[in-house]
């Protein structure tokens, strides 16, 4: 039998089982170390059974009972003692084997893998931690370059919309330049509009929002060929009415929230 105070330095199994189960581990001169281990599984096996007849309506003590009962079977033990042997040392392939008995070794190893994360929480928290912000930034580029790149701009003739930079590293022109090229170009049919990101401080009372767009000419919008789904859009009208108030075009989602 081994000796009690070998395992005196091992962390304490799970559940309240430890002094019924040793005495039945005793003839497999097991190692003090995988001795508790073993004795952590089993314990959890009978956690889920004692919790099971309870559920089925037996008090503690009968619950108690009948668990033990049940792992005195030496079949059962058996059967426990063979999935535990499985979960540490994964039988080999064999060709033609039933589909059945891999899908139950996956099942297994789930729930062996289930209570070694159940057994070192700081360490499950931060694997979960990690994965949901690596998950979610991925997610974030993703909707990103699907909406920018994936997805088919919502505009007339987008097979012939053409985006036109300056230099080989995608340089901006001076707004001078862009009305040279849009008076003295004739490679563009249905004409030239300009553009640039912005940010602006939307007041609304006492709060502040900063929010994100851009500052276009005023024919942007006839050459992507939208159309307003309410009031009017710009005009190059705007663009030269002395003293004229700036105008915005606000989007749907903006003036459905805001």
Do not use: C
């Not at 091992?10 to 581990?25: F, I, N, S, T």
């Not at 929010?211 to 009017?232: D, K, S, W």
């Amino acid at each position: 039998m081994p000796d009690p105070s070998a395992n005196a330095g091992l962390p304490r199994p799970r559940g309240e089982w430890l002094d019924q189960l040793r005495p039945r581990l005793a003839a497999l001169k097991l190692s003090p170390a995988r001795e508790v281990e073993i004795i952590e599984e089993l314990s959890q096996h009978l956690d889920d059974r004692y919790e099971e007849l309870r559920a089925a309506g037996s008090d503690d003590t009968e619950a108690r009972r009948l668990a033990l009962e049940e792992l005195d079977d030496h079949d059962a033990l058996a059967r426990e003692m063979r999935a535990l042997r499985q979960a540490r040392i994964p039988p080999p392939v064999v060709e033609a084997s039933p589909r059945l008995g891999a899908m139950k070794d996956v099942a297994q190893d789930l729930r062996y893998a289930a209570r070694l994360l159940r057994k070192q929480p700081v360490f499950t928290l931060s694997a979960v931690l990690t994965l949901a912000l690596g998950i979610g930034a991925n997610t974030a580029v993703f909707s990103l370059v699907n909406a920018t790149l994936l997805q088919r701009l919502p505009v007339a003739d987008r097979e012939h919309l053409v985006y036109a930079y300056r230099g080989s590293a995608g340089g901006v022109f001076s707004y001078p330049q862009y009305e040279m090229l849009r008076d003295n170009s004739r490679s563009f049919e249905g004409g030239l509009a300009g553009w640039g990101g912005i940010t602006a401080s939307v007041n609304a009372g006492d709060s502040a929002e900063l929010v994100f767009g851009v500052i276009v000419t005023g024919n942007f919008f006839n050459v992507l060929g939208v159309h307003p789904a309410r009031g009017r859009l710009l005009s190059p009208a705007d663009d030269v009415t002395p003293g004229a108030h700036p105008v915005a075009v606000i989007s749907y989602d903006f003036w459905q929230t805001r």
